[in-house]
């Protein structure tokens, strides 16, 4: 689902060298051409609310959602990943690239984004896979905080919030507000189903 600009390879390599400390590098990603409105819709909402990718290059060193190198984007040194000991397959798909970076960034790795490095991602077309995600995305978000998160578990009261404020404005016709509300319900639906699942409450 993604394809990569002419220059991606030789931006990677050209980072590498240029410092030797570096052990991770993530890149920008860009919505590719899109398809259906529904594509166009999760475009919009996983580039330009969810992740964060800028055009000024940077050091990560704190564990956050928005700037996580996923992999549809990202180049790691091997020796990293051998001491990392790759994936955790706890995660299975869900998260395990954010959960890789994360532990990257515990081991003191040096971590850079850089925005020449570009991929173009397409997004789901269609309104089953768009739930599909959006309830992976919950199971990721119980996984990651059951790893990373309060021992007690968490609550994301403005999550909850924003699905009712959308639930009105779909009752009012606006504009996505249906594609908003039901990626918000199958989103926390998600979370609700693998809270019960892994024993970690992550509502």
Not at 50 to 65: G, H, N
Not at 121 to 143: E, F
Request: charged share 30%; proline share 2%.
């Amino acid at each position: 689902d993604n394809y990569v600009d002419s220059e991606w390879i030789s931006s990677i390599k050209k980072a590498f060298e240029e410092n030797n400390e570096i052990d991770v590098i993530g890149g920008k990603v860009v919505a590719a051409p899109f398809e259906t409105n529904v594509e166009r819709f999760w475009s919009e909402l996983w580039l330009k609310n969810i992740m964060r990718f800028e055009d000024e290059e940077f050091f990560v060193e704190a564990k956050s959602l928005n700037h996580s190198f996923i992999t549809a984007n990202c180049a790691y040194k091997k020796e990293l990943l051998n001491e990392l000991n790759g994936f955790n397959e706890w995660f299975g798909n869900n998260a395990e690239d954010v959960d890789l970076m994360w532990r990257a960034i515990d081991f003191k790795a040096k971590l850079k984004y850089i925005p020449t490095a570009i991929v173009y991602a397409h997004s789901p077309t269609k309104l089953r896979a768009m739930w599909k995600k959006s309830y992976r995305d919950g199971v990721s978000s119980t996984k990651l905080q059951k790893t990373y998160g309060p021992p007690k578990g968490s609550f994301d009261g403005k999550l909850h919030k924003m699905f009712w404020k959308n639930l009105g404005r779909m009752l009012l016709f606006r504009k996505d507000s249906f594609l908003f509300t039901s990626e918000l319900f199958y989103h926390i639906w998600g979370k609700w189903i693998s809270s019960i699942k892994l024993g970690y409450r992550n509502l």
